[in-house]
């Protein structure tokens, strides 16, 4: 079930309705949990035996663990843990890929070999519940908290229906101490939950779907070279789609957790606004960035070790990172070039501090070199300076997201080279409609990300009148239900 | 948002968004404009549930829109008794959705292949092919949600006007801002609203207005020349037409292998439309080759002088009065064609065309 659906707004009225009847806290679980199944289900119902295996599996394995007190007990036991979470994962999401590069090698070392192509289906959001899972099990391990004793707050704290198949990965302290107790929401949570859920879904269904994805899609999907300014829409187009599409389904969990007096972690902060690449990712799609960062780049070392392994480790998260995306090497390509800009970032940071240093020294020894020059300086202190740095960024941003998108690795170049103009003479393919929408989108998007980067929504809806908000609002579900076409599906469903 | 505002800020909200809906409704009642379901992938999806039940008497359609229109599903079920399952959609290729009855291990029934040779003979990967592809592939991912959703939202479709995607969602709209055209640039055709509505089985139907104003029915014949202008020059020939007759005998073979019956329909045209595919698509050359290449029966509206009798207001579809004319016509030529046993012949009391039935 999508947020975007007419099922989900009877099956979200029906589990309001039972959240706030009198009945007992437990029960209230029950019907969460019943109905986080049951929105799970109407994808592929099969599917959620797999769910229920790591629920129970990670459920005991945890406990296991925590009763453990022989350090190769403890190893045996995780690994189990990891060896089903990440072998399902695997096995769904890469085993295709794996089998197809297998094949490649063997071919290019002489090798006949003609596998049959397995016809796997990837279950809904399994990238997203083995990582929520994972982090349980790995924190019990760390002896960061105790396993919860609950087999019914940890089932919920799995399938919890708002993050369950795109997340915000929701990390076992987030959510599982807010099932311990009875919950529901206020009003004023209430309220401002449905205006989330709307954002969101204005954010999914007009500006992604209805705006957007024609544009992208137009242009990621031709064979040959076109225009630069087409070029430059379709990645732009793109670009703001993976934002409101992805962004959009996280406002819209959070507004619904929110109705339903839970609270999920932020996902998103305004990324294309960030000054520098350290900060897109503290921006986009925060807990998956957090959970690389404690699983992953801080047990391979971080940087502890060196800036060789601090820039080895950032690649290696980087990559993982790109691969968890989808089952290509075009998403390695998009992993490595932010690990790439990421170290990139990181020598000019620190070349800049030892500079910084020097020249402090030299100041104080008196030594003051005059530059002429005939216009200001432009230093990424003033708000021009950091507004251009941050456009600097976005460049990149979006350079990366052609490897993102494109299917292939020949269409990722041909629409670079047209982005370029290296390929002068290439098709013109969008009316003057398309472009002025994108351009617009992505100004406004730019606009807004530029004004609340240092702030929040909330904030700035508390300095708003009563009726500006409201005015807004209507326009945003007036617009909704005047798109009317909306995918079935968002973007990250695939990952 | 302040504690004191809310309640306010969320009924003024409702408040809004119920009077925009309530006048955006009565807006376009007011413009006369009918009602129309939105023929989407869940709405095709629910007819291609229904392609087990096939018989002659309710045969399987594939096609372009030119059998949406021509086929008139009233007049069909009045005589056979049962209402064909119309899959066709418009502007694409009917060979994707022959390939999935092909490999459809559970269909044996009846099939009835719309030709029109400039969607029928495109080359693999040209748009009417991928469109048509993009339903047969959604289709076996048709989730029981969106089954539910389609449900409830053709609940709404039935009684708001303004629930009509084609015409009145907000890039439709957008496309009438008066903005100067891009040079070399194509959106693709763009109708008058009041070229056709499509109903809950699927059929489309000019409306009214259009089949009385000639200047909305000028505007469509310049969006066929416009599309002419921006198709391949050349149609498809050689290996790669080989190719595509080869694809077709395989699937038609495969439905045949478990007992089903195939049969191709070529419906009218008229006017300059007819002249360029005459042209461009030479009958010996194509349809004649098609069925010979297939051992396939076909019916060529200009065989028939009950078929033949027909003028597309647009040249290329027939207004609703002619598609129950044109049904009555066919039906009994399929009965004598392929000995299929369709019912008995027409009665008099034949539907009335303005009852065309959403």
Known sequence: ?495 | MNATNYVKTAWLTLGLVLAFVIGWEMYWRGQGLPLSYNDDESMWASKRREIYGSTPAKPVVIGSSRIKFGLDLSTWAHTTGEKPVQLSMDGTSPRPMLTDLGNDPAFAGTLIIDVTEMLFFTPDGSFPEKEAIKRVTAYPNWSLSQQAGFYMNRALESSLLFLDDRNLALNPLLNLLPLPARPGAWGGPQFPREFYVVNRDRQSAMTPAFVADTALQNKVKAVWLDVGAHSPPNPVDGPALTAILDATKRSIDQIRARGGQVLFVRTPSTGIMREVEKKMYPRAKYWDRLLAHTQTQGIYFEDYTSLNQFVCPEWSHLTPQDAILFTEALIPIIAEKTGWPIGPKLSDNRPNPSTFRL
């Open chain 1, 1 to 495: 079930m999508v947020f975007n659906s007419f099922t989900f707004i009877v099956f979200f009225a029906v589990i309001l309705l039972l959240h706030n009847l009198p009945f007992s806290w437990k029960t209230k679980k029950v019907n969460l949990l019943l109905g986080s199944y049951l929105f799970y289900a109407l994808w592929n119902p099969p599917f959620i035996l797999l769910l229920w295996l790591s629920t129970v599996v990670d459920y005991y394995m945890a406990r296991l663990i925590a009763v453990e007190q022989r350090q190769l007990r403890r190893k045996l036991l995780l690994t189990v843990s990891l060896v089903l979470n990440l072998g399902m994962l695997s096995y769904f999401k890469y085993g295709g890929f794996l089998l197809e590069n297998f094949t490649a090698l063997l071919s290019a070392l002489g090798i006949s070999f003609q596998a049959a192509k397995p016809d796997i289906i990837l279950p809904v959001g399994i990238s997203f519940y083995t990582f929520v899972t994972l982090s349980y099990t790995l924190d019990v391990y760390r002896r960061k908290f105790e396993p919860e004793p609950s087999f019914l707050n940890f089932a919920l704290f799995v399938t919890f229906f708002p993050h369950l198949v795109a997340g915000p990965i929701v990390r076992p302290e987030d959510l599982m101490p807010q099932f311990h107790s009875p919950r529901r929401a206020t009003a004023q949570q209430m309220s401002w939950g449905l205006f989330l859920l709307s954002l969101g879904l204005f954010m999914k269904v007009t500006v992604a779907d209805g705006l957007l994805a024609d544009t992208a899609d137009l242009i990621f999907s031709l064979p040959f070279p076109v225009q630069m300014l087409d070029a430059w829409t379709g990645v732009l187009a793109f670009s703001s789609q993976i934002f409101c599409d992805f962004a959009g389904y996280s406002t819209c969990a959070i507004g619904v957790s929110l109705c339903l007096g839970f609270v999920l972690p932020d996902n998103f902060r305004y990324p294309y606004a960030s000054i520098g690449f350290q900060d897109f990712w503290r921006r986009w799609h925060i807990t998956l960035s957090t959970w690389l960062r404690d699983y992953l780049y801080i047990p391979l070392g971080g940087n502890r070790h060196g800036a060789f392994r601090t820039y080895i480790n950032l690649m290696i998260t980087m990559l993982l990172g790109g691969l968890w995306h989808g089952a290509s090497w075009t998403f390695v390509v998009w992993g490595a070039l932010h690990g790439l800009f990421l170290c990139v970032e990181r020598i000019i940071r620190q070349t800049a501090g030892r500079r910084r240093t020097a020249a402090a020294t030299q100041l104080a020894e008196g030594i003051v070199i005059n530059q002429a020059s005939l216009a200001p300086p432009v230093t990424s202190g003033s708000a021009f300076g950091q507004f251009m740095l941050a456009m600097l960024t976005l460049f990149f941003v979006n350079i990366t997201w052609v490897f993102f998108r494109a299917p292939t690795f020949n269409g990722a170049m041909l629409l670079l080279l047209s982005m370029f103009g290296v390929i002068p003479n290439g098709g013109t393919m969008l009316t003057t409609t398309a472009i002025i929408t994108v351009l617009t989108v992505t100004v406004v998007l730019i606009g807004c990300h530029w004004l609340l980067r240092n702030s929040s929504l909330s904030e700035l809806s508390k300095r708003l009148p009563w009726w500006v908000m409201s005015l807004g609002w209507a326009v945003m579900l007036i617009l909704v239900i005047l798109t009317q076409k909306s995918s079935g599906s968002f973007i990250y469903f695939q990952f």
